[in-house]
Structure formats: structure tokens, C-alpha cells
């Protein structure tokens, strides 16, 4: 008679990229996976998302490539506006982001979101409509209670529940010692396409201020997005829509352009994806049978673009690292193959990012001509952190090596 393992029961906290991305590859590898989300279905808003370099190996090794190539947007043109409306220049997008036509995909977040869960709903229990309330870790494994009631015990529990994790919060302690501020806060929701734009984005400008519309098609309706300077993080906003909006109402109060109509659309919108843009910087991603990944463990901020690359490939790498190893050994062969990765990605911002969105006169001005020399280079360079790691092969161990980098499997690309 032959005896084969238990599979190993785990619990994902999250249903957004990251946690349906690791739940799809920990369900391959032969563990038994729940995932419970706090949101009553999928969430679908939100600006459409990049899926770069390293990142889209992992939705082609999904089989979910040719898909997302169908819902790819080819963003066509990038116009910057001046306060008063008028054009400061317009580019083609790669020219600002470092993407790489015909490779690099820009798709709506809930086309992303669908397709991860439909290629995993089938084999995995999702829980909707319900958290974690307590997590105690022993030895044999993690007790869970769940705010919908009930406990059950896992081999190992995974924090896929963004940058204001509370499966973080649960297990090291409280946000502020992780999160690093970038000094703005932003804004995205739909609105009606009174403009009639297709495939582009008109972005507007003042010291501070920044209203962007972004048409992903000719469809009805366009992203609007609001960007703004704040010296100190907003947190009587976060987790309150009417405190948000009278915020950005203030902010916005006497901009010109569209922001009227924009903030309209704002008052009346029910789907605002609100946020700080931050970093999610932690020394250690887990701790005992509890391991973090996605915005909960390392958030770039949208400045990067990179926040659901990071997510897919720490998902990845997480579930190769555990493929043949306990919770330890395995936790530390994630930590240590994708740190590199991720750190490079991170320090993308101040690389360009940020400077998009100046606070000052001058140095509005100052971006401002260096756009209008964009539009002169013919070829956008891409930027080498989107690649910086080569997956494991589904047959290779995450090797872990002394020293730095890591090696052959899971390898760091300089
Ligand atoms: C609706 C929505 C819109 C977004 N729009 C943008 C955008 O416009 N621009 C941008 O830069 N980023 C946006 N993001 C964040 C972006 O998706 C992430 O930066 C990136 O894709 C990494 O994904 P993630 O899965 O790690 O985290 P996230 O996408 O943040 O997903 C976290 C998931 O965990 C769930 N969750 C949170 N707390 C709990 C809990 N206690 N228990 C169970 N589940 C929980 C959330 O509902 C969410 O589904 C958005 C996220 C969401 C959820």
C-alpha cells in the first residue's frame, strides 16, 4: 500500500492579486488552500495595472498570457496639461514608465483579478464575507478564529491582504514601523468619458496637485485619479469615504480644468479606491508559520508601477520555496531569493517616479522640459529591475545559498 503525505492546509487572508496568485501555485504544489476575503466578492476597481519583466513569466507559466494579451490596453498617448489647461507635451507611455511595447502588459485591475480567480476558484475553498479575528501559532500549527465564527488550525497562514495588512499587524506589530511615506495621497474611481478620449491619458498639473483621466478604450467611461501632496499621512481618511472626499474637495477647491467636474464625479461615485502612497519596508516577511507577501510585505507605491509584479512573482516564489520544504526551511528560501528583486523595484521610486509629480514651481517647470526632451528619444530604455530575477524552473529547487545573492534558481539579474 503506498502512503502519501497529508496535504498541507493552509489559510490565504486576501482575494486580490497576490493571494489568489499564491493560492493558484500552493494548490499546484499539493497543499490544500483556503482563502478568505473580507470583501463580499471580488474587487474589480482601481486604475488599470502593469505586469512587467519577471511578472508576466509567472501569468505565462499560469497559461493566462494569451488572455491578458487580449485585454491588453496599447495606452496610446501621454498628454501632461499645465494649470490653465493648455499642453505641456504629449508621449507615448513607455517613454515615462520604462515599459517595453509588444512585451509589457497595462490591463484593467478587475480583468487581472478575474482571471487569477477563475484559475483557481475550482480548486480552492474562497471564503467571502469574512477576516480573521485571532491567529495563535504553535508548534503543531496556527489556530485560527474567524470573525464570521468559527476556528479552524492550518499548517501555515499567509498575509495576501495589502498595504494595511492586518495580518501584519497581528503577527509584527503595528504599520508605522513599516511604512514609509512618500509625502502624497491619491485617489481613483470611474467617471463618465465627457471628452470622448480613447486609449490615453490627459494628465494636469499644479505644485502639488496632480487630475489625470485615463481612457483605457472608447468606452463610456474613464479612471479619474487625484494625486496630492501631504506633508503627514491623512489618517483620520483612511477607512473613511466622507473624510476622504472633503479632504480632496478642500485640496482641489479652486483647481481649473476638469477638476470640477472630477470632483463631482467624485461626490458621487460609490467604488473610490483611496490610499497614502507609501512603501511597505519590513527587515523579515515571516515569522514561525505566518509568512506575508504582496503590498502586505513589501508595497512599492504606484509610483514604481510595480506593486502587482511584485505581487505575482513573490507569489511564486513563495510557493516554489515551500514545494519541498517545511514552513522554515521554506520561509527562508523565499526571503532570501526574492529580496533582491523586490528591494530594486522598491528603490525604482526617486529613479523618475515621484518627480512626476512635482511640489514646487521650479521644480514643475523642471519636469516639464524634461518631458518635452522625452518626446524627441525614439526608444524608451527599459528598466533592468522589472527582470532583475530569473524564476525556478518547475522542476529546480529555490536554492538558498551563504553570502548575498542568491544563485542559478531563483537568480538576480544585475
Ligand atoms: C479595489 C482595489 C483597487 C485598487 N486600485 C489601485 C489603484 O488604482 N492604484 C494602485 O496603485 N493600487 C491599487 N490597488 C492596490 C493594488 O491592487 C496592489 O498594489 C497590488 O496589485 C498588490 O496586490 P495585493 O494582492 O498584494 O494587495 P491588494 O490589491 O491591496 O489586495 C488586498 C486584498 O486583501 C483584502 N483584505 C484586506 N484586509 C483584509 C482582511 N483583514 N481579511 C481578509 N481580506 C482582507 C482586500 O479586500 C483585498 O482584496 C487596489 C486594490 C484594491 C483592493
Given at each position: 500500500?503506498?502512503?502519501?503525505?497529508?496535504?498541507?492546509?493552509?489559510?490565504?487572508?486576501?482575494?486580490?492579486?497576490?493571494?489568489?496568485?499564491?493560492?493558484?501555485?500552493?494548490?499546484?504544489?499539493?497543499?490544500?488552500?483556503?482563502?478568505?476575503?473580507?470583501?463580499?466578492?471580488?474587487?474589480?476597481?482601481?486604475?488599470?495595472?502593469?505586469?512587467?519583466?519577471?511578472?508576466?513569466?509567472?501569468?505565462?507559466?499560469?497559461?493566462?498570457?494569451?488572455?491578458?494579451?487580449?485585454?491588453?490596453?496599447?495606452?496610446?498617448?501621454?498628454?501632461?496639461?499645465?494649470?490653465?489647461?493648455?499642453?505641456?507635451?504629449?508621449?507615448?507611455?513607455?517613454?515615462?514608465?520604462?515599459?517595453?511595447?509588444?512585451?509589457?502588459?497595462?490591463?484593467?485591475?478587475?480583468?487581472?483579478?478575474?482571471?487569477?480567480?477563475?484559475?483557481?476558484?475550482?480548486?480552492?475553498?474562497?471564503?467571502?464575507?469574512?477576516?480573521?479575528?485571532?491567529?495563535?501559532?504553535?508548534?503543531?500549527?496556527?489556530?485560527?478564529?474567524?470573525?464570521?465564527?468559527?476556528?479552524?488550525?492550518?499548517?501555515?497562514?499567509?498575509?495576501?491582504?495589502?498595504?494595511?495588512?492586518?495580518?501584519?499587524?497581528?503577527?509584527?506589530?503595528?504599520?508605522?514601523?513599516?511604512?514609509?511615506?512618500?509625502?502624497?495621497?491619491?485617489?481613483?474611481?470611474?467617471?463618465?468619458?465627457?471628452?470622448?478620449?480613447?486609449?490615453?491619458?490627459?494628465?494636469?498639473?499644479?505644485?502639488?496637485?496632480?487630475?489625470?483621466?485615463?481612457?483605457?478604450?472608447?468606452?463610456?467611461?474613464?479612471?479619474?485619479?487625484?494625486?496630492?501632496?501631504?506633508?503627514?499621512?491623512p489618517?483620520?481618511a483612511?477607512?473613511?469615504?466622507?473624510t476622504q472626499r472633503e479632504l480632496i474637495?478642500k485640496v482641489?477647491?479652486?483647481?481649473?480644468?476638469?477638476?470640477?467636474?472630477?470632483?463631482?464625479?467624485?461626490?458621487?461615485?460609490?467604488?473610490?479606491?483611496?490610499?497614502?502612497?507609501?512603501?511597505?519596508?519590513?527587515?523579515?516577511?515571516?515569522?514561525?508559520?505566518?509568512?506575508?507577501?504582496?503590498?502586505?510585505?513589501?508595497?512599492?507605491?504606484?509610483?514604481?508601477?510595480?506593486?502587482?509584479?511584485?505581487?505575482?512573482?513573490?507569489?511564486?516564489?513563495?510557493?516554489?520555496?515551500?514545494?519541498?520544504?517545511?514552513?522554515?526551511?521554506?520561509?527562508?528560501?523565499?526571503?532570501?531569493?526574492?529580496?533582491?528583486?523586490?528591494?530594486?523595484?522598491?528603490?525604482?521610486?526617486?529613479?523618475?517616479?515621484?518627480?512626476?509629480?512635482?511640489?514646487?514651481?521650479?521644480?514643475?517647470?523642471?519636469?516639464?522640459?524634461?518631458?518635452?526632451?522625452?518626446?524627441?528619444?525614439?526608444?524608451?530604455?527599459?528598466?533592468?529591475?522589472?527582470?532583475?530575477?530569473?524564476?525556478?524552473?518547475?522542476?529546480?529547487?529555490?536554492?538558498?545559498?551563504?553570502?548575498?545573492?542568491?544563485?542559478?534558481?531563483?537568480?538576480?539579474?544585475?
Amino acid at each position: 500500500m503506498t502512503r502519501t503525505a497529508p496535504r498541507r492546509k493552509v489559510l490565504i487572508s486576501g482575494a486580490s492579486i497576490a493571494g489568489p496568485a499564491l493560492a493558484y501555485w500552493l494548490n499546484r504544489h499539493g497543499h490544500e488552500v483556503t482563502v478568505v476575503e473580507k470583501a463580499g466578492a471580488l474587487r474589480s476597481g482601481g486604475y488599470p495595472i502593469d505586469v512587467r519583466g519577471t511578472a508576466l513569466d509567472v501569468v505565462d507559466r499560469m497559461g493566462l498570457l494569451p488572455r491578458l494579451r487580449d485585454a491588453h490596453i496599447d495606452l496610446r498617448r501621454l498628454t501632461f496639461l499645465n494649470g490653465d489647461g493648455s499642453e505641456v507635451t504629449s508621449l507615448h507611455p513607455h517613454a515615462v514608465t520604462g515599459g517595453i511595447e509588444g512585451r509589457d502588459l497595462e490591463i484593467r485591475r478587475g480583468d487581472l483579478t478575474d482571471a487569477l480567480y477563475e484559475a483557481v476558484r475550482d480548486d480552492v475553498e474562497f471564503l467571502f464575507n469574512d477576516s480573521v479575528a485571532t491567529l495563535d501559532q504553535s508548534a503543531h500549527g496556527v489556530d485560527v478564529t474567524f470573525r464570521g465564527g468559527g476556528s479552524r488550525t492550518f499548517d501555515m497562514v499567509f498575509g495576501a491582504d495589502g498595504m494595511h495588512s492586518a495580518t501584519r499587524k497581528a503577527i509584527f506589530g503595528p504599520e508605522e514601523q513599516f511604512h514609509h511615506y512618500l509625502g502624497y495621497c491619491f485617489a481613483v474611481f470611474p467617471m463618465r468619458n465627457t471628452l470622448g478620449l480613447s486609449h490615453e491619458t490627459v494628465m494636469w498639473n499644479t505644485p502639488g496637485r496632480a487630475a489625470a483621466l485615463y481612457a483605457t478604450g472608447d468606452t463610456d467611461e474613464v479612471h479619474a485619479f487625484l494625486n496630492f501632496a501631504q506633508p503627514e499621512p491623512p489618517f483620520d481618511a483612511f477607512g473613511d469615504p466622507q473624510t476622504q472626499r472633503e479632504l480632496i474637495a478642500k485640496v482641489f477647491a479652486d483647481a481649473g480644468w476638469q477638476v470640477p467636474a472630477i470632483l463631482t464625479a467624485l461626490h458621487d461615485a460609490d467604488d473610490v479606491f483611496f490610499d497614502a502612497v507609501g512603501q511597505i519596508r519590513m527587515p523579515r516577511w515571516t515569522s514561525g508559520r505566518v509568512a506575508l507577501l504582496g503590498d502586505a510585505a513589501y508595497a512599492p507605491s504606484f509610483l514604481t508601477g510595480q506593486g502587482t509584479s511584485l505581487a505575482l512573482v513573490g507569489a511564486y516564489m513563495l510557493a516554489a520555496s515551500l514545494a519541498d520544504r517545511d514552513h522554515a526551511g521554506g520561509f527562508a528560501a523565499y526571503e532570501h531569493t526574492t529580496r533582491d528583486f523586490v528591494t530594486r523595484n522598491q528603490n525604482l521610486v526617486g529613479k523618475g517616479g515621484a518627480t512626476l509629480f512635482p511640489t514646487t514651481a521650479e521644480a514643475l517647470a523642471q519636469r516639464n522640459a524634461r518631458l518635452r526632451g522625452l518626446s524627441t528619444l525614439p526608444v524608451p530604455e527599459p528598466r533592468p529591475a522589472h527582470s532583475s530575477l530569473t524564476l525556478p524552473g518547475p522542476g529546480d529547487r529555490v536554492t538558498r545559498r551563504s553570502g548575498s545573492r542568491p544563485s542559478h534558481n531563483g537568480s538576480c539579474r544585475s
